[in-house]
């Protein structure tokens, strides 16, 4: 059940981004986004591992390093090194590092955190 859950969560929040991504302007693309996909990639990982036994901090902590590791790629230039042209790719890659972009992250995890640990301590 939690798995169908995460499931449709992930779902509605993909669908939130791609929105965000069409039509979102001013903070809500700039900032929102970012804040959200964090919370779209634990959703998705929570869908595939349910219920591990693991530190509730593990997830939350794996996904704010990856978010981070993407950031620095874009710092690096990525997309421009492998010359990656396809116009989706360097959306979903990203192109230029912020470091606003990292405090949203911080941000976003937030509630990945409290729900982890909310349900491991139920």
């Known amino acids: 059940m939690r798995r169908l859950i995460y499931g449709l969560i992930s779902i509605l929040l993909l669908g939130i981004e791609i929105l965000i991504g069409l039509f979102g302007q001013g903070w809500v693309r700039i900032y929102l986004g970012d804040v959200l996909v964090v919370i779209l990639l634990y959703t998705i990982v929570r869908t595939i591992i349910p ?57 976003g995890i937030i509630p990945c955190c409290v729900a982890e640990f909310v349900i491991r301590n139920k």
């Open 51 to 107: 219920n591990k036994k693991m530190p509730w901090f593990i997830i939350p902590s794996a996904i704010l390093v990856f978010a981070f590791i993407v950031e620095f790629l874009q710092l690096w230039g990525f997309c421009d090194r492998f010359c990656i042209t396809n116009e989706l790719l360097r959306i979903i890659i990203g192109t230029g590092f912020s470091t606003v972009d990292l405090i949203c992250y911080l941000i």
